[in-house]
C-alpha cells in the first residue's frame, strides 16, 4: 500500500482502458492489420492457439515437441494435457537460445521446434527454420511477447509454420489471441469456435477500467481518495525461499490450462478494441520508454539489463533486468503502483528443471520494468529513480 506520508507518487501501474476507446475511430494501422499474412484465427487466449497447433501439427504422445527450458508454464500446459511430449532445449543467461543444443536434441521422434521470442527480442529463426526444413521438422513461433515486433524487416510471427500471439500482453484489452497458419501445407481445420461471453472477460475488463481512473487520477489533488482501489500484488517468491521450500515452486493456478478455452474465439469487445490502437504509436512510444530506461539505468549498480540495445524493429514488452534481491525490489515498487513483475517465477512440475540452470537462474532473477505507452518520461524517470533508491537501501 502507498504510505500516506508518500504525496509525489505517480500512477506507474499496468496498461488500461476507458470506456470512450471505444468509440474511438479505427485506426488504419491497427494490430488487426498488422498480423503476418497466414490463415489468421482469433482465439480467446494465446493458450487456446497453442492448443489448436497441437491439433494442426497432428502431435501424438508418440511424438516430442523441443520447447526452450525459459518459458512461462502457460505455455506449456496446454502441450503437456495434450498428451504431447515435451522435450526442454537449453537458453543462454542472456536469453538467447542454444541452437547446438536444440540441434542436439532432435530425434525420430521430434515433430515440431517451439521458439519464443522474449521480450518483443527475436531469436535467430531464419537459423531454426533452415535447421527445421533440413531436419523435416515444423517450427512453432511463440509471438506471445512480441506483438510488433521485427527481426530487421521481418515481422516476427511470419517464418514459423504456425506462429500464436496473445493480445493482452501488450495492449488493454481483456482477453484475445491469434494463431496464424503461415504453411500451405497445412490443411485447413473447421474446429467450431463460440464467441467467449462477457462473464469470461468480465473481471479483466473491471481491472482495467479500474486502472484507467487511478490513471486519470494520478497527479492531481484526489489520487489519495483512489488508493484504496491500488491492486495489491502479492510477491510471488517469497513461497520459494530456502529452506522452506524443498521443491521447486509451482506455477500460479491461473497458468494451468482450462479444457473450457478450446473452443472459445475472441470477445467482442477485444475485436473492438484491437481495431483502435495505432501501431506506430505504440511502437514509437515503447522504443521511448526501453531507451529511457537503459539510459537511465546503466550506471545503476546491483541491476543487470538483459538487453544492452535495442535493435531497430525490435518493440519490446518491458525492460527486463537481472537483480539479486527480486522479491524485495518487486514489494517495494509495487506498493508505490509500479507495476514491476517477477518474471515467470515459478515451475511447471511436469519439467526437468535440474538440468536446466540458466533457465532457472532467469526464472528467479529477472524482474520486469514496465514500459507501456501510458507511461511517459516524467513516469520512467520516476521509476529509474525508485529502482536504483530501492537497490541502495537493500544493500
Ligand atoms: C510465452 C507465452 N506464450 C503463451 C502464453 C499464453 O498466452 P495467454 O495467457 O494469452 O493464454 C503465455 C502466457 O503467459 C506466455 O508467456
Not at 491439433?55 to 504422445?61: R, Y
Not at 532473477?365 to 507511461?375: D, F, K, M, R, T
Not at 518520461?377 to 529509474?384: M, R
Request: overall charge positive; aromatic content about 12%.
Amino acid at each position: 500500500m502507498i504510505m500516506q506520508e508518500e504525496t509525489n507518487i505517480l500512477y506507474c501501474g499496468h496498461h488500461s482502458f476507458s470506456l470512450i476507446s471505444l468509440a474511438g475511430q479505427h485506426s488504419k494501422h491497427s494490430a488487426t492489420t498488422w498480423l503476418p499474412k497466414g490463415r489468421i484465427y482469433y482465439v480467446h487466449r494465446g493458450r487456446t492457439a497453442i492448443r489448436r497447433a497441437c491439433e494442426f501439427l497432428h502431435l501424438s504422445p508418440e511424438t516430442e515437441v523441443l520447447v526452450p527450458a525459459y518459458n512461462c508454464g502457460a505455455e506449456i500446459d496446454p502441450l503437456v494435457t495434450y498428451g504431447v511430449s515435451v522435450v526442454l532445449y537449453r537458453v543462454q543467461k542472456s536469453g538467447l537460445i542454444d541452437l547446438a543444443d536444440l540441434q542436439s536434441r532432435i530425434t525420430k521422434r521430434t515433430r515440431a521446434v517451439y521458439v519464443t521470442h522474449y521480450f518483443g527480442f527475436p531469436q535467430p529463426i531464419n537459423e531454426i527454420r533452415r535447421l527445421c526444413i533440413d531436419r523435416n521438422i515444423y517450427l512453432i513461433e511463440d509471438c506471445a511477447l512480441a506483438l510488433f515486433s521485427r527481426d530487421g524487416s521481418t515481422k516476427l510471427g511470419s517464418t514459423g509454420d504456425i506462429s500464436i500471439f496473445s493480445f493482452p500482453k501488450s495492449l488493454p484489452v481483456p482477453d484475445g489471441g491469434a494463431l496464424v497458419i503461415n504453411s500451405t501445407d497445412l490443411a485447413k481445420n473447421d474446429w467450431e469456435l463460440h464467441r467467449a461471453p462477457f462473464s469470461l472477460v468480465a473481471k479483466e475488463t473491471l481491472s482495467l477500467l479500474k486502472r484507467n481512473s487511478l490513471r486519470s487520477a494520478s497527479g492531481t489533488r484526489l489520487f489519495p481518495l483512489f488508493w484504496p482501489l491500488l491492486e495489491r500484488y502479492q510477491a510471488y517468491t517469497r513461497y520459494m525461499e530456502p529452506p522452506h521450500q524443498a521443491l521447486p515452486p509451482d506455477v500460479p493456478k491461473s497458468f494451468y490450462y482450462d479444457e473450457d478455452f478450446t473452443d472459445k474465439a475472441i470477445s467482442r469487445l477485444t475485436k473492438r478494441l484491437l481495431k483502435t490502437f495505432d501501431i506506430t504509436t505504440i511502437v514509437t512510444k515503447r522504443r521511448n520508454n526501453f531507451t529511457l530506461l537503459l539510459n537511465m539505468l546503466a550506471e545503476a549498480k546491483g541491476i543487470e539489463p538483459l538487453f544492452k540495445t535495442l535493435p531497430e524493429g525490435v518493440c519490446p514488452l518491458y525492460f527486463p533486468v537481472i537483480v539479486k534481491n527480486r522479491v524485495y525490489l518487486y514489494r517495494k515498487l509495487n506498493e508505490l503502483s509500479i507495476a514491476a513483475i517477477e518474471w515467470w517465477a515459478g515451475y511447471h512440475p511436469a519439467l526437468p528443471w535440474d538440468e536446466f540452470p540458466d533457465a532457472c537462474f532467469l526464472k528467479d532473477h529477472i524482474l520486469a520494468l514496465p514500459v507501456h505507452p501510458q507511461l511517459n518520461s516524467e513516469h520512467i524517470a520516476f521509476i529509474a529513480e525508485k529502482v536504483v533508491a530501492f537497490i541502495r537501501e537493500d544493500r
